[in-house]
C-alpha cells in the first residue's frame, strides 16, 4: 500500500505490526553520496528515471531530480524487503513517478498487487490517465489497474431528473443534464469544469 499526502508518501507491503519503520527526508538540495548511503537501486535508476532514461527520452525538456532518484530506490528496497517507509519530500521532487516506478516493477515481478492512495482526486486521475499509461510504454510492463472512488463522485441520474424538474434548471444543471446523456460512467472527473467545492454537485450525487 502506497498513501501519499502533502510532502508525505508511505510505501507499505506485506508488513507485520512489528516490522520497524524507516525515514528517508529527502533534501531540497543535491547531496552527492546520498546515492551510495541508500543505497538506490540501480535499475530503476538507470532504465528509468535516471539522465538519458525512459522518461528523459518520452518527455521534452524532461529534468533529472536527483532526489526522485534517491526516493524510488529507497521505495524499491523498502518494496522488495517489505518493510514500511516513511518518505518526506517537498513539492517538485516528482513523488508520484518515485513510487509508481518501483511499485509497477514489484507488482509485475511478484504478481502483487499495489494500493496507492492519494490525498485528491485530481492526482488519482493524474495518475489513471497520465502517469499509469505513460509507465506502461516505458516500462513495457503487462500490469492492470483500476480507480476506486466513493460513491459521491459518481452521478445520481434521479437526483439530477428532480432538481431539474424542480425548477431549478440553472446552466449549470442544464450543463450536467446535457453530459448525463453522453457519459457511460458518470464520474465526476469527467466535469472538470464543475469546481471542487461547488454545492450543486451535492444535489445530484448519492
Known amino acids: 500500500t502506497i498513501v501519499e499526502r502533502t510532502v508525505t508518501t ?25 546515492d551510495e548511503a541508500l543505497a ?27 532526489e526522485q532518484r534517491l526516493m ?14 516513511l518518505v518526506e519530500a517537498g513539492t517538485g521532487v516528482g513523488k508520484t513517478l518515485a513510487y509508481l516506478v518501483p511499485a509497477i516493477e514489484e507488482a509485475t515481478r511478484t504478481g502483487s498487487k499495489v494500493i496507492v492512495s492519494t490525498g485528491t482526486r485530481s492526482l488519482q486521475d493524474q495518475i489513471a490517465r497520465h502517469d499509469l499509461p505513460l509507465l506502461r510504454d516505458l516500462l513495457g510492463r503487462d500490469f492492470t489497474a483500476v480507480v476506486l472512488k466513493g460513491i459521491p463522485n459518481y452521478l445520481c441520474r434521479r437526483k439530477l431528473a428532480e432538481v431539474a424538474s424542480a425548477g431549478g434548471r440553472t446552466p449549470t444543471i442544464a450543463a450536467l443534464v446535457d453530459w448525463a446523456e453522453r457519459t457511460t460512467g458518470g464520474d465526476r472527473a469527467e466535469v472538470d469544469w464543475l469546481g471542487d467545492d461547488d454545492p450543486v454537485w451535492a444535489e445530484v450525487t448519492t
Do not use: N, W
Request: avoid cysteine; glycine fraction near 8%.
Open 72 to 85: 524510488s530506490g529507497a521505495i524499491a528496497r523498502a518494496l522488495r524487503e517489505a518493510r514500511p517507509l
Open 40 to 66: 538506490v537501486d540501480p535499475g530503476i535508476v538507470t532504465d528509468v528515471l535516471a539522465p538519458g532514461g525512459g522518461l528523459a527520452r518520452a518527455i521534452p525538456h524532461y529534468e533529472d531530480r536527483h
Open 10 to 34: 508511505v510505501a507499505f507491503r506485506d508488513v507485520s505490526p512489528v516490522s520497524p519503520t524507516h525515514t528517508l527526508v529527502i533534501p531540497t538540495r543535491h547531496v552527492a553520496d546520498l
